[in-house]
């Protein structure tokens, strides 16, 4: 018991001051106050991470309670790693990603530029703007599937009424090549805002001193858009880009709800598939080994990604 | 800024900037539009092709949300009574009879205990912790807060196994209480961070000066701390409330009937012959209200919320 | 309402003073799937309300999600259902984990014989293993998967003409699924009453089990098979045998050629869907769907017309349909095996006919009157001689999805050859048949 953190942040507590007070002293305060929060984050993170991390060496099935479980070594890995179908849905989920940041990106990038041009009325306008990122996901891809719906849905309608394509002849989600883009539309649909506001930050973060500095040297608006604008907005826009990154690899319920990971498997990201794997088809230790390998993936890629984000805030 | 000054954009520049972002907002909005207006077209509306912009309004969705209904044969519907509500008379135009109420405002309802019975303990704990890590000298401390932060990069996925058969062990499958605790673990690393960053602005000086006039630690706390903190725990609060409320993946697996919220729910709202689109768009209208709601109290403090604190603009 | 409610009451007093007195009345709760025979069961079980004390409550799940959130349920040890009606293949996972209760001592001491109900429903919905006088559920509701056409359009002169005209037959109900195809591709985008038609409506769902009830339909009559010899698990040359190719095949260009457009998620509902709005000649769907189809005021009664699943080379129709087991982890056990206890009765299943569901009590099925008691009767009886069914292995839920992914990506999303989705089905199989130990 003496080495947990608790006690540590206890221990820490200069005895003199909790001697001065009446009451309960400083460091028993500072271990009452800590220590839920950190029980709570064992019992529900820590302690199943280590549980599925023992899983993911057995053949275990959770709706199986009379069969033997068996240690199987590094069996699982081995055949997740030499599966081609789940490499396709790695493939599906690098291209949800890889799309949906480019296109958050550039277009929150642009609106944030816009409404940093301090019009009348741009505060209404920003928290309008933002309202789809705060609902349901689950909610919203379920009723995007009615807007994707050919002739009577409210997108397809649009689309042809800009390209005078018929209406019916279109389906989004049903149709193999069309499907990853439609889960594209919506994902930066609802997320768009979030870049958005992070690159406000940004851009309200650069001192006008700057730019009348640089107008005063004559750089033309162009060169102060490059030298001084994305320069100094680029660490938030990382930031964003980490936080989408992060989301969209564990993105599920939109998608679920959206498309359902067809047709086919083209748009089975690989948190639906490690859910059939692990919850319908309750292969619990091969889905555990599943987990911990993404789960790997995004912290090793994400720790990577800070590195270079720190290395550009230094800058 | 004087008006004067060489960084504020042109009049012209404003006005194009202004109808450029107008024109984005109309067209993310018309979705949301469309979810509202549904909600109140009949049936019949709901698919028309092309699609209706003005249709007369109707509160069948709304009645078929909260109603399960039967159909009955045209001499059955004869031989009842004359219908005692509106709502009777909307489904008895549709050959029904009302069989009972929904199972939609219980789920509701599940969401509100939920989502407020979380919120009200990630709070709470995240207010003590974020408390102790502001005021108190801890070694590690960065070390500990970047590993309360880090459980919440944690896909869901990787710990819903082991989670599953803890419940199921534990008998906390669908209930209530399973579900608090879990979004509460889950919200409380937002919490922790949101509320210490609120915290850190509160200047020492005042509890000091309580502490001098006799106040114990704990007293300094609730009596000068806390009031002082009162807007950073409302908005964190909405925060996490947020997110309880539109919560899924955990939802669908851990919840089958007693404690089911409504977002796994809302999605199987189906009428004859395929979803009932008016109610679907009803109930996800009032499920979806409240949230756009707390968006507009919040916008302050929402980029704060939304990156954990990490950007406080 | 409120007089159904106050004839209820009033019933409940009139019993209570003439049935034995009970020891106390419990919450029961049945939990099955959303569609028309549920209701006809909530309808039915007020009955049991009255007699028996006990309150009746009903959790009804949409198909979509019915199997996922009910083995969810079971495999969680939940105490939603006191009751479940289960589908056919969930009968080993629920035997075997012990999920549902054995009800071979019960039968014993209520008289209740599985005798009395039609051998093809017994084998498919109660028995575990396969064939074994191991009861785990009680016949509840035959099923399979049918078809029906609107007779309104097939009896049009015009229609007959041009058909004659193009294949030299009269316009019929197939017979053969050669002739399904051929009947469906002439009314593909045919203009009938102003409006363009489509072929067929067919099952194509991705996320539970559509498309592989669907295909089966086609694959089973061409003479796909799932093992060579059975209990042997050899299905090689079973289930990728040149006729199982074939009948793949078929389907996908059913699929392809004769379907309405945007049909590459469809299941129940949407085939009710196409065919109530008039989108489709013909559509298949499970036979609990017909009762209120041809009560539909639009296109029911004289506009409708059922046939059984067309054979091939073999008659064969999917078997759907389910047994009504009591869940082990149930506080309320008793009451719910009286609610078992007289449901089987054959009053109870002759009224249970008459609502709508569909009886496999053989006083039901093998009165004389049954077949012409409704025109999808006979059907009914040539279907259920005939059924196939999925495996309902204990590892049943692998078995499917791997199925359900091999058959969308190859009959919807374009990939591969029948032949090369099937070669996979096999290794897919082989993979969990290993893993069972059973290989």
Redesign the interface.
């Known amino acids: 018991m003496s080495d947990t953190p608790i006690d540590r942040v206890a221990k820490a507590t200069p005895p003199s001051v909790a001697g001065k007070i009446r009451g309960l002293s400083d460091r028993t305060i500072a271990w009452l106050f800590v220590a839920p929060t950190i029980f709570l984050l064992l019992a529900v993170n820590i302690f199943p991470l280590m549980w599925t991390i023992n899983l993911s060496f057995t053949n275990f099935r959770a709706n199986r309670p009379n069969r033997e479980v068996d240690y199987v070594g590094l069996r699982n890995y081995e055949r997740i790693l030499t599966d081609g179908d789940i490499w396709l849905t790695m493939q599906a989920t690098a291209h949800f990603l890889f799309w949906t940041i480019v296109l958050q990106v550039l277009i929150g990038f642009a609106l944030a530029w816009l409404i940093n041009r301090k019009f009348k009325g741009n505060d209404l306008w920003t928290t309008l703007i933002v309202l789809p990122m705060m609902l349901s996901p689950a909610v919203v891809g379920n009723f995007w599937t009615f807007l994707y719906q050919p002739q009577i849905g409210l997108f397809n309608y649009g689309i042809s009424f800009l390209t005078e394509a018929d209406p019916s002849s279109f389906q989004m989600i049903g149709d193999v090549a069309l499907a990853p883009w439609s889960i594209v539309i919506v994902d930066t649909w609802m997320w768009t805002p979030f870049v958005m506001l992070i690159c406000l930050a940004g851009l309200r973060s650069i001192p006008d001193y700057i730019y009348e500095a640089a107008e005063i040297d004559r750089a033309s608006k162009w060169r102060q858009f490059w030298t001084i604008t994305v320069p100094m907005v680029l660490p938030f826009l990382m930031l964003a880009v980490l936080f989408r990154g992060i989301e969209n690899f564990k993105m599920f319920d939109l998608v679920v709800q959206l498309t359902g990971g067809g047709p086919g498997s083209v748009t089975e990201l690989t948190s639906i598939n490690l859910k059939r794997e692990a919850f319908e088809k309750w292969r619990t230790g091969y889905a555990s080994a599943y987990a911990i390998i993404l789960f790997v993936t995004v912290f090793g890629l994400a720790s990577i990604y800070v590195k270079a984000l720190n290395k550009v805030k230094e800058r | 800024?004087s008006s004067y000054?060489?960084?504020?954009?042109s009049s012209r520049?404003?006005?194009a900037?202004?109808t450029?972002?107008?024109v984005?907002?109309v067209i993310?909005?018309?979705?949301?539009v469309?979810?509202l207006t549904?909600g109140f077209k009949s049936p019949v509306d709901a698919?028309?092709?092309?699609?209706k912009v003005l249709f007369e309004p109707s509160l069948e969705g709304y009645v078929n949300l909260f109603t399960t209904r039967?159909?009955v044969?045209p001499e059955q519907l004869e031989s009842?009574?004359p219908p005692?509500s509106w709502y009777?008379q909307i489904v008895r135009n549709r050959?029904m009879?009302?069989?009972g109420p929904s199972r939609y405002g219980e789920r509701f309802l599940n969401s509100v205990i939920i989502g407020f019975g979380s919120t009200f303990l990630s709070v709470f704990?995240?207010t003590?912790?974020a408390?102790?890590?502001s005021r108190?000298?801890?070694?590690?401390?960065d070390?500990?807060l970047f590993?309360?932060l880090s459980?919440r990069?944690?896909?869901?996925?990787?710990?819903?196994?082991?989670?599953?058969?803890?419940?199921?062990t534990l008998g906390l499958?669908?209930t209530h209480l399973g579900m608090i605790?879990?979004y509460?673990?889950?919200n409380?690393?937002l919490a922790?961070w949101l509320l210490k960053g609120f915290i850190d602005e509160i200047p020492r000086e005042y509890e000091e000066a309580a502490?001098i006039d006799?106040y114990?630690?704990?007293?300094a706390?609730y009596k000068v701390v806390l009031p002082q903190a009162a807007t950073g725990i409302a908005s964190t609060a909405i925060f996490c409330l947020?997110f309880s409320?539109?919560e899924?993946?955990f939802a669908v697996?851990?919840t089958?009937?007693?404690a089911q919220t409504?977002?796994?729910f809302?999605?199987?709202i189906?009428g004859v012959?395929?979803?009932d689109?008016p109610a679907?768009?009803a109930g996800?209208t009032l499920?979806?209200v409240p949230?756009?709601v707390?968006?507009?109290l919040l916008?302050k403090h929402?980029?704060r919320g939304?990156?954990f604190g990490?950007?406080?603009? | 309402m409120k007089y159904a409610k106050l004839l209820a009451a009033t019933a409940l007093v009139a019993s209570s003073g003439l049935a034995v007195p009970r020891a106390q009345a419990d919450d029961l709760t049945l939990c099955w799937a959303a569609w028309d025979p549920a209701n006809a069961l909530v309808e039915l079980s007020k009955e049991f309300e009255a007699e028996y004390g006990h309150t009746m409550n009903f959790e009804f799940v949409p198909w979509p999600n019915f199997a996922d959130r009910m083995l969810n349920e079971l495999n969680s040890g939940g105490k939603l259902c006191d009751l479940l009606i289960g589908d056919s293949q969930w009968i080993g996972g629920g035997a075997e984990n012990g999920h549902y209760v054995k009800l071979n001592d019960f039968f014993d001491k209520e008289g209740i014989s599985m005798d009395d109900f039609a051998a093809a429903t017994v084998y498919a919905y109660s028995t575990w293993p396969k064939g074994t006088p191991n009861y785990y559920a009680l016949p509840a509701m035959g099923d399979a998967n049918g078809w029906f056409y609107r007779k309104d359009w097939f009896e049009k002169p015009e229609i007959q003409a041009a058909f004659k005209e193009k294949h030299g037959r009269d316009l019929t109900p197939p017979k053969t699924q050669a002739e399904l195809l051929e009947v469906a591709q002439f009314f593909q985008e045919r203009e009938i009453d102003g409006q363009k038609r489509y072929g067929a409506a067919i099952f194509t769902e991705r996320g539970s089990e559509g498309i592989t009830m669907g295909a089966t339909s086609s694959m089973y009559p061409f003479g796909f098979k799932y093992e060579m010899t059975p209990g042997k698990y050899d299905m090689e040359g079973a289930v990728n045998s040149p006729e199982a190719v074939a009948g793949l095949e078929f389907y996908k260009e059913l699929y392809k050629t004769a379907t309405p457009p945007g049909y590459t998620d469809s299941y129940m509902e949407q085939s009710l869907d196409a065919f109530k709005s008039g989108q489709v000649a013909m559509a298949m769907n499970w036979f609990a769907f017909f009762p209120g189809l041809y009560a539909d005021p639009d296109v029911g009664g004289e506009k409708i017309g059922f046939f059984v699943n067309p054979g091939q080379n073999v008659e064969a129709s999917t078997l759907g349909g389910q047994g009504i087991s009591v869940i082990s982890y149930s506080d309320k056990r008793d009451a719910a095996l009286e609610y078992v206890k007289w449901f089987a009765q054959p009053s109870v299943q002759k009224k249970w006919w008459d609502l709508g569901g569909y009886s496999c009590h053989v006083s039901v099925l093998n009165d004389p009157g049954f077949a012409d008691s409704a025109p999808f009767a006979s059907d009914f009886l040539l279907a259920m001689d005939n059924v196939k069914d999925f495996w309902q292995e204990p590892a049943y839920a692998e078995l499917l999805l791997a199925m359900q992914k091999r058959l969308h990506d190859y009959v919807v999303a374009d990939v591969g050859t029948a032949k090369e989705a099937l070669d996979k089905l096999i290794e897919d199989w082989n993979e969990t048949f290993e893993d069972e130990g059973k290989l």
């Open positions: 800024m000054s060489i960084t504020e954009p520049q404003k006005w900037a202004g450029l972002v107008i984005y907002a993310t909005l018309l979705p949301l469309w979810i549904t698919i028309a092709y092309p699609p039967t159909r044969t009842l009574p005692a009777e050959d009879v009302i069989a704990l995240g003590l912790a408390y102790a890590f108190f000298k801890v070694p590690m401390k070390d500990l590993f309360i459980t990069m944690m896909p869901p996925i990787a710990v819903a196994i082991p989670i599953f058969l803890m419940f199921r499958s669908d605790l879990l509460t673990a889950v409380i690393s922790v502490l006799g114990t630690r704990f007293q706390f947020i409320w539109n899924y993946a697996l851990l089958s009937g007693t409504a977002p796994p809302i999605p199987t189906i012959g395929g979803q689109w679907v768009a996800a499920f979806l949230v756009m707390f968006t507009i916008r929402l980029l939304i990156t990490a950007v406080r603009k």
